[in-house]
């Protein structure tokens, strides 16, 4: 993503950024987003089978799968959906971010609000933001409801 802005970075292949990307995303809402972001926007980009089998090799594919399922909300793209069906549910329910398992209020919080997104993935979370929902940001080609 860097080397598309910085012509100094040597470019990494994409499957293997969001690849490693999905061991992270948990430890931090500001990289999910981005991630999301991205997915939402260069999704024709992506070698299905070479993001699986990254993912199964240093990644999570339950986060793929939360992550494919939000982006398919915005962009209803079939690989989203060849993802999704790839991608199997965390064995049990727990907390997204890392950040919410350690606050007894936060927990508290996101279990009483918890988005059926993450549900799906046997997630609870309770929030989910959209980089594109920003004050003057859009994706070309992409429409977004209520706007």
């Not at 494919?68 to 549910?89: L, S």
Request: aromatic share 6%.
């Amino acid at each position: 993503m860097l080397a598309e802005v910085d012509s100094a970075v040597t470019a990494r292949a994409v499957e293997d950024v969001i690849a490693e990307s999905t061991a992270h995303c948990r430890e931090s809402g500001r990289l999910t987003w981005v991630v999301l972001d991205w997915l939402i926007r260069h999704i024709g980009k992506i070698d299905e089978q070479k993001l699986l089998r990254k993912t199964q090799e240093c990644g999570d594919l339950s986060v793929l799968g939360v992550l494919c399922d939000a982006a398919r909300q915005r962009n209803p793209h079939p690989k989203f959906e060849r993802f999704m069906r790839a991608c199997r549910p965390r064995a049990e329910l727990a907390p997204f971010f890392h950040r919410v398992a350690r606050s007894p209020l936060a927990l508290r919080l996101t279990r009483d609000g918890a988005l059926e997104i993450f549900r799906r993935w046997n997630y609870l979370c309770n929030e989910l933001r959209y980089l594109s929902d920003e004050v003057g940001t859009s994706i070309p080609g992409v429409v977004v409801e209520g706007k």
